[in-house]
């Protein structure tokens, strides 16, 4: 109905769009599904075992009143300060800080990064109050943490950290609970980054330090990665001056997905904290165990990069072809760390590297042709396909439908499994030069080999493995 003191209709919201119960969003989900498993192809499971789900409501929030109904710099402080992060890109961090940004370089995960800094924060607070009082410790404690790629995990995991540690200060009964706030300082990670594309660095570091305001830390290094220092400057200016991130505080407060998120990683790292500070953050890391469970979650994500189930844009899938030889620069000193530091992309930097080296040397780059023959879809979608998969080597590749007079090393059919026998029985009977086929035809592959093909690539295949292995079998010079 009409407004008559403005002359506009009044909007009634909640009787527009009545609440729809679960059980009809439920019943929609299944009806679209047709059968196929709800679990499988809706909930993804994060590397720290979160079972994120397709859509969050209220109900996930039940029980969480002192989180979602705290207010912006007070306790518990999972809001924040209520004030807009500093730009910080030019300190280092004390040399008393507690560095969990290494323990994220090191491969952990998030629950293990907010888990290891509260006891490595706990054991640090009872050593300062054996001269000081709680409030005056408290205040002289400063973390670091790193942000990566995972944007709402790693929101998540800042306001947890900080509702976790104004909990574990609280029970050292400090006179202000102001003092429970964690002074916390926030960079852009390291361990996602890469030599072989410094653009998608820009793009990554950009929507890290979304994740560092938006979590609320009180100052944040942009670190660059293959681009100059004034656009990581840049990247924070654009974010406070133009989008604004310093305006509001905690935006992320009430959002169901990332209230229940913050709970859950906050809840999994007490629960490892708890586990550690039995016996003590220092003997946890004399035992060793601490840097093996660690360990167990750098090998589980680099499998995962090397096979390819998590795509590194411009590593190891959808590479630039005609980016510049790559130069491996040092990694920067870090002081001694439990837990060895690494980056994802290494490994295929290496093979890339190892290309280039090999072409400065003899003038030649290895060529690989995609031979393309048959049903369009498919040969169309191998091919797109193989030019990703061996473009992460850095080898020089043409297609064609003909191969008659080819300077190839390497040839790849690309065509559809009823087709590809015939094919291959075709081509390596007529040319030397090494055949593969990109596709998993796990029924033809022994009368494939009997026809003169010499290996496969396909989306189970561990690129790391096969592009060395071929970088061997063409002759790449170590």
């Known amino acids: 109905m009409p407004d008559d003191r403005t002359g506009t209709e009044i909007l009634n919201l909640g009787q527009d769009f009545p609440p729809v ?3 009809t969003w439920e019943a929609a989900i299944q009806k679209d599904l047709k059968g196929v498993d709800y679990e499988k192809k ?25 989180q979602t109904g705290s207010i912006p710099g007070e306790f518990p402080f999972v809001r924040g300060d209520a ?16 560095r969990v940004d290494l323990v994220l370089e090191a491969g952990a995960d998030a629950i293990q990064q907010v888990g290891i800094a509260l006891a490595a924060g706990v054991e640090r607070l009872a050593l300062l109050c054996e001269d000081r009082p709680v409030d005056l410790a408290a205040r002289e404690i400063e973390f670091v943490f790193a942000v990566g790629s995972t944007y709402f995990f790693e929101i998540a995991k800042l306001r947890a950290a900080r509702m976790a540690w104004a909990q574990v200060v609280a029970a050292f009964a400090p006179s202000d609970l102001d003092s429970c706030r964690m002074k916390l300082h926030v960079r852009t990670a390291r361990l996602n980054k890469s030599f072989c594309d410094p653009y998608t660095n820009v793009l990554r ?38 989008a604004h991130l310093n305006a509001v505080a905690d935006p992320a407060g009430g959002s169901y997905y990332i209230e229940a998120l913050t709970n859950t990683l906050a809840r999994e790292a007490w629960k490892l904290f708890q586990k550690i500070d039995a016996g003590g953050y220092s003997q946890a890391l004399a035992d060793g165990w601490l840097a093996e469970e660690v360990a ?42 439990p837990f060895p530091l690494f980056r994802l992309a ?21 060529k690989v042709l995609l031979l393309k023959r048959g049903d369009v879809k498919m040969r169309t979608a191998r091919a797109n396909f193989a030019l990703n ?19 190839a090393d390497l040839l790849v059919l690309c065509s559809s499994d009823p087709e590809y026998l015939a094919f291959a029985q075709e081509v390596c009977a007529a040319t030397k030069i090494p055949v593969i086929i990109a596709g998993n035809l796990k ?6 080999k009997a026809a003169g093909v010499e290996g496969f690539i396909h989306i189970a295949s561990d690129a790391v493995e096969t592009l060395t292995a071929w970088q061997n079998r063409l002759g790449v010079k170590n």
Not at 443 to 448: E, K, N, T, V
């Open 205 to 242: 570091a950009t929507t890290e330090a979304m994740s560092a305001a938006i979590g609320g830390c009180e100052t944040l290094t942009v670190q660059p990665f293959g681009f100059d220092d004034h656009l990581a400057l840049g990247v924070q200016r654009v974010l406070a001056e133009e």
């Open 443 to 448: 029924d033809q592959i022994d009368a494939l």
């Open 21 to 23: 119960a679960k059980a």
């Open 83 to 98: 004030k807009a992060w500093a730009i910080d890109q030019d300190s280092e961090p004390g040399v008393d800080a507690i």
């Open 296 to 337: 167990k979650t750098r090998a589980a994500r680099e499998k995962a990069v090397s096979s390819r189930r998590r795509a590194l844009v411009g590593v190891n899938n959808y590479p630039d072809l005609n980016g510049k030889p790559l130069e491996i620069a040092p990694a920067p000193e870090t002081g001694d760390t």
């Open 346 to 366: 290494e490994p295929f930097e290496k093979i890339r590297e190892r290309t280039a080296r090999h072409a400065r040397e003899t003038g030649h780059v290895p």
């Open 42 to 66: 809706l909930v993804w499971r994060s590397d720290e075992g979160v079972a994120v789900r397709p859509y969050y409501r209220r109900e996930a929030l039940a029980d969480l009143e002192v």
């Open 389 to 407: 998969f061996l473009g992460c080597a850095g080898f020089e590749i043409t297609e064609s439908e003909a191969y008659a007079g080819t300077d």
